[in-house]
């Protein structure tokens, strides 16, 4: 797993004074959503309410997914929303979260929940806007064990061709 730390990301140029309100306003509401709202199902699947398709998107599964998608929505939803300003942040969020429910909906046959989605949007987007931006990333094994047994027990490799012509023949 992968733990973003925020970073002063600097701009040459151009300085936003922008207060990034809308993404503070997305969280609160993510938050909200999760502790008032979380007896309903708002999952998105083929036999969803037409509600659910917006929903889902403020809807998670548990406390430390909530936390862990506000903490990646606050260190890069901060930058963006500084940048874009806060009514096409607000757009670009929301639509992202319309998108991938409409898609969700159309196209696949599993529950559909979580902000997650839109918030690798706002990744997108941060780094299409900002690629020269650098992020501090902190990683933290939380499978020990798998870990442990990779370095006891390095993996063999196999060539391509091997996989390959093994496919291929019949027995």
Same mark, same amino acid.
């Given at each position: 797993?992968?733990?973003?730390?925020?970073?002063?990301?600097?701009?040459?140029?151009?300085?936003?004074?922008?207060?990034?309100?809308?993404?503070?306003?997305?969280?609160?509401?993510?938050?909200?959503?999760?502790?008032?709202?979380?007896?309903?199902? !708002?999952?998105?699947? #083929?036999?969803?309410?037409?509600?659910?398709?917006?929903?889902?998107?403020?809807?998670?599964?548990?406390? !430390?997914?909530?936390?862990?998608?506000? !903490?990646?929505? !606050?260190?890069?939803?901060?930058?963006?929303? #500084? #940048?874009?300003?806060?009514?096409?942040?607000?757009?670009?969020?929301?639509?992202?979260?319309?998108?991938?429910?409409?898609?969700?909906?159309?196209?696949?046959?599993?529950?559909?929940?979580?902000?997650?989605?839109?918030?690798?949007?706002?990744?997108?987007?941060? +780094?299409?806007?900002?690629?020269?931006? #650098?992020?501090?990333?902190?990683?933290? +094994?939380?499978?020990?064990?798998?870990?442990?047994?990779?370095?006891?027990?390095?993996?063999?490799?196999?060539?391509?061709?091997?996989?390959?012509?093994?496919?291929?023949?019949?027995?």
């Amino acid at each position: 797993m992968f733990f973003p730390l925020p970073a002063k990301i600097a701009e040459s140029r151009i300085q936003h004074s922008n207060p990034p309100i809308a993404n503070g306003v997305i969280i609160a509401l993510n938050v909200l959503a999760y502790f008032f709202f979380e007896p309903f199902d !708002w999952s998105v699947h #083929r036999a969803a309410s037409p509600l659910a398709i917006l929903a889902y998107g403020f809807a998670h599964a548990g406390f !430390w997914h909530l936390v862990f998608n506000m !903490w990646v929505l !606050w260190v890069f939803g901060n930058p963006v929303n #500084r #940048r874009l300003g806060n009514g096409y942040y607000a757009l670009v969020y929301l639509g992202a979260i319309l998108a991938l429910g409409l898609f969700a909906y159309l196209f696949l046959s599993v529950p559909v929940v979580g902000a997650s989605g839109a918030i690798y949007a706002v990744i997108g987007v941060a +780094a299409l806007l900002m690629p020269a931006a #650098r992020m501090t990333v902190v990683y933290a +094994a939380l499978f020990p064990l798998t870990l442990l047994i990779g370095l006891i027990k390095r993996p063999s490799t196999v060539s391509i061709g091997s996989c390959v012509g093994a496919s291929l023949t019949s027995p």
